[in-house]
């Protein structure tokens, strides 16, 4: 999420080294445990943008996601927690007129949970590629302007694929905005594109281009890049650094972040 949605898989090369044992050795060596399934994410954002108001509404995310990620599937929960200041709900990463333009506001937004089945590498073509459901649930207060108390439903397809020194990879996806005579929205198609490069052996960088159809009859579709830094600092830790820019009135203007990943 989810405020500002990431519908990127963020490529991350993994380099470790091995050790070979001597085919004489009689010192019996016990099986590496299994990696642990589970880890955290925990995340700030903040954005602003006119949204085609008057005024712009900036936007402090602070984010938790608790992730279990099995070979072939992957289940996530995201609680956030906002801080709104100006007259626009965000609502799929745009924004809607429905608050006080000198308002604020802040407090829960609204929880995502999420599964993903992992298809794999796909011969011959070589591609990663998954399937994601993910359910945005009311838990904002809407009537501070929070959300909009309306159950969200997204469905998306990602793949990618690992060249030497470059991994592009792609998202298509539809959502399923719950709407009322408050909020009228649309159901509508959503997309990513881009790459991702290695530039030490911890730290991989990369871009994408972010296109989300308009969620409002007479409104803007939304587009966005983002360009984005991640580092492996050891086994268990990684930092993601990134920044946004927005090129229509549903987009917001510009927008930074970063988080720290902890696999247990």
Same mark, same amino acid.
């Given at each position: 999420?989810?405020?500002?949605?990431?519908?990127?898989?963020?490529?991350?090369?993994?380099?470790?080294?091995?050790?070979?044992?001597?085919?004489?050795?009689?010192?019996?060596?016990?099986?590496?445990?299994?990696?642990?399934?589970?880890?955290?994410?925990?995340?700030?954002?903040?954005?602003?943008?006119?949204?085609?108001?008057?005024?712009? =509404?900036?936007? +402090?995310?602070? !984010?938790? &996601?608790?992730?279990?990620?099995?070979?072939?599937?992957? /289940?996530? %929960?995201?609680?956030?927690?906002?801080?709104?200041?100006?007259?626009?709900?965000?609502?799929?990463?745009?924004?809607?007129?429905?608050?006080?333009?000198?308002?604020?506001?802040?407090?829960?937004?609204?929880?995502?949970?999420?599964?993903?089945?992992?298809?794999?590498?796909?011969?011959?073509?070589?591609?990663?590629?998954?399937?994601?459901?993910?359910?945005?649930?009311?838990?904002?207060?809407?009537?501070?302007?929070?959300?909009?108390?309306?159950?969200?439903?997204?469905?998306?397809?990602?793949?990618?694929?690992?060249?030497?020194?470059?991994?592009?990879?792609? =998202?298509?996806? +539809?959502?399923? !905005?719950? &709407?009322?005579?408050?909020?009228?929205?649309?159901?509508? /198609?959503? %997309?990513?594109?881009?790459?991702?490069?290695?530039?030490?052996?911890?730290?991989?960088?990369?871009?994408?281009?972010?296109?989300?159809?308009?969620?409002?009859?007479?409104?803007?579709?939304?587009?966005?890049?983002?360009?984005?830094?991640?580092?492996?600092?050891?086994?268990?830790?990684?930092?993601?650094?990134?920044?946004?820019?927005?090129?229509?009135?549903?987009?917001?203007?510009?927008?930074?972040?970063?988080?720290?990943?902890?696999?247990?």
């Amino acid at each position: 999420m989810n405020t500002h949605r990431l519908p990127l898989c963020l490529a991350l090369t993994l380099c470790a080294s091995s050790a070979l044992l001597a085919q004489d050795s009689s010192v019996p060596v016990a099986p590496a445990p299994a990696p642990s399934p589970w880890r955290i994410d925990a995340l700030a954002n903040y954005s602003s943008g006119d949204y085609g108001l008057a005024q712009d =509404t900036e936007v +402090y995310v602070g !984010l938790l &996601n608790i992730v279990y990620d099995l070979p072939s599937w992957r /289940f996530q %929960a995201g609680i956030p927690v906002l801080h709104i200041e100006g007259p626009a709900t965000i609502v799929d990463g745009g924004g809607i007129a429905n608050r006080p333009p000198d308002s604020s506001e802040t407090g829960l937004g609204d929880v995502t949970l999420s599964g993903t089945y992992k298809f794999g590498t796909l011969t011959p073509a070589a591609l990663d590629t998954s399937f994601t459901t993910m359910v945005k649930l009311p838990t904002a207060d809407e009537d501070r302007g929070l959300g909009t108390g309306l159950v969200d439903t997204y469905v998306q397809f990602d793949v990618r694929r690992a060249y030497e020194h470059i991994t592009p990879f792609a =998202t298509l996806g +539809y959502r399923f !905005l719950g &709407n009322n005579n408050t909020y009228p929205l649309d159901d509508g /198609f959503f %997309a990513s594109v881009g790459a991702s490069t290695p530039v030490t052996q911890a730290t991989t960088v990369g871009a994408a281009l972010n296109w989300r159809e308009k969620i409002v009859a007479g409104g803007d579709d939304s587009v966005d890049t983002m360009v984005f830094s991640q580092t492996t600092l050891d086994e268990h830790w990684r930092v993601l650094v990134y920044g946004i820019a927005g090129f229509t009135d549903a987009a917001p203007d510009f927008g930074f972040g970063g988080g720290v990943t902890y696999k247990f």
